[in-house]
């Protein structure tokens, strides 16, 4: 079993960075594709960002492109999302997500098997 754990959220002002971290346990990290979603109230989850297990492929939705970056470090079993020029429309809650699948597709939720849950962002105009 896997557990993940995110922490970093908070209430910022437009414009600010925040970074969210994603802490996996229970089976061996690098055997797992990872990824952030995030979900307004009101709204379906949406995907933001995948990296591949081995690190050398990212992917991102397109209104994040250019302001976020996924990474990951599998000494300490952690998947980051650095999160710059955050806008109003960026507040929601986020996930982190992993799928042990070799996939290409990243988007979908059914393609995870383990989430954590979830860390809030505000951001204020």
């Known amino acids: 079993q896997v557990q993940l754990v995110e922490s970093g959220g908070g209430l910022v002002q437009a414009g600010a960075s925040l970074r969210l971290s994603c802490a996996h346990s229970g089976r061996t990290f690098s055997n797992y594709d990872m990824a952030w979603f995030r979900q307004a109230p009101g709204k379906e989850r949406e995907f933001v960002a995948g990296?591949?297990?081995?690190?050398?492929?990212?992917y991102y939705r397109d209104s994040v492109k250019g302001r976020f970056t996924i990474s990951r470090d599998n000494g300490p079993n952690t998947v980051y999302l650095q999160m710059n020029s955050l806008k109003p429309e960026d507040t929601a809650v986020y996930y982190c997500?992993?799928?042990?699948?070799?996939?290409?597709?990243?988007?979908?939720?059914?393609?995870?098997?383990?989430w954590g849950q979830g860390t809030q962002v505000t951001v204020s105009s």
């Open positions: 990296i591949t297990r081995s690190g050398l492929s990212t």
């Open positions: 997500a992993a799928k042990d699948k070799y996939s290409a597709i990243f988007g979908a939720t059914s393609m995870y098997d383990y």
